[in-house]
């Protein structure tokens, strides 16, 4: 297992830089001038920009700015924004909002999605079943900019319930609404490929076997049914740990929660490179990070799975 774990960090480390190198180059090819951009409509003055420049180490040459930035990203240093903060400042001020908001979408569509596809598998073909696929087609099909303003528009303009837009992000409560919007469209994916699972391994030998020696159902759906059929899930629920940081850009806007996704938009409308390089620095490691957890939990579902 050490080695398994040894080898795919070291294969993580070409991922890693060519995903960073791949960003640093596409937002500093981005069309127009942030730094001219920030005089406004006023005309800025060619040595006040020069001199800007010069400090920030923007008048050199491309490959000489990747190296710098590279450097310093080993130390530790994202760089700064272009009016004068750490990016790491606004990292940390960001990041705990959006975990926050992303793991309580995670549990959500964990918990609903497994309990909706494990129940839909075990009926099969009867109403719940055709029910459960109606109702996660039509989240499918909704895409969550919709959904959102739906959600927003019933739940706090008509109803009453709660806030328009999210005054806490400390507050599980304000940051339910969000969280069901942003873990819909995986919560729908879930239930959908649990339900599959389920239906296929309810008919394997295994199964029969369990039945056979007389095992409590119980037994027989949590500790053989749903422990193998949730290897496939896994596998998904892994990748969309990042994809639901990453996801979060529309429904942060939607519901102004101050987190990754909001401050990741305004940078890149902004076209502060440093920024943008920066939270996608983050949000690669949280998937890199979760597809070794992924691998590990492999063995953990199947006990027939050994790393070498």
């Known amino acids: 297992m050490g080695r398994f774990v040894a080898r795919r960090l070291l294969q993580m480390i070409p991922v890693f830089l060519g995903t960073v190198t791949l960003i640093f180059f596409m937002v500093h090819v981005l069309p127009g001038d942030p730094v001219a951009a920030m005089w406004g409509d006023k005309a800025a003055d060619p040595a006040q920009l020069a001199a800007f420049k010069h400090s920030r180490g923007l008048d050199q040459p491309l490959m000489q700015q990747y190296f710098d930035y590279m450097g310093k990203l080993f130390h530790g240093d994202f760089g700064m924004t272009l009016d004068n903060h750490k990016v790491l ?8 909002v959006t975990i926050r908001l992303a793991m309580l979408a995670f549990v959500i569509e964990v918990v609903v999605g ?8 075990l009926r099969r073909g009867k109403a719940f079943d055709k029910t459960s696929l109606i109702l996660t087609l039509l989240l499918i099909s909704i895409p969550v900019p919709v959904l959102g ?9 008509q109803l009453g319930w709660i806030t328009p837009t999210v005054q806490d992000s400390m507050n599980w409560g304000q940051l ?10 995986s919560l729908a994916y879930v239930a959908r490929l649990t339900r599959t699972s389920i239906a296929e391994n309810i008919k394997s030998d295994y199964m029969r076997t369990a039945i056979a020696k007389g095992l409590p159902r119980r037994k027989v759906i949590g500790t053989h049914l749903l422990r ?6 896994v596998t998904f629920l892994g990748t969309d740990l990042g994809a639901l940081m990453g996801g979060a850009i529309v429904t942060e806007g ?13 940078a890149i409308t902004m076209k502060e490179g440093a920024t943008v390089s920066g939270f996608v620095v983050v949000l690669v490691l949280v ?3 979760a597809s070794l957890i992924v691998d590990l939990l492999y063995a953990v579902l199947d006990p027939r799975i050994r790393y070498a």
């Open 254 to 266: 939607i519901f102004n929660v101050k987190g990754v996704g909001f401050e990741l938009y305004h």
């Open 287 to 289: 998937y890199l990070a």
């Open 89 to 96: 400042d606004k990292i940390t001020a960001a990041l705990p």
């Open 228 to 233: 193998n059929s949730m290897i496939p899930v």
């Open 149 to 157: 303003f739906i959600f927003q528009n019933v739940f706090a303009i």
């Open 114 to 121: 497994v309990t909706i596809g494990l129940f839909a598998g």
């Open 176 to 185: 339910l609404l969000p969280a069901i919007v942003l873990g819909s469209l």
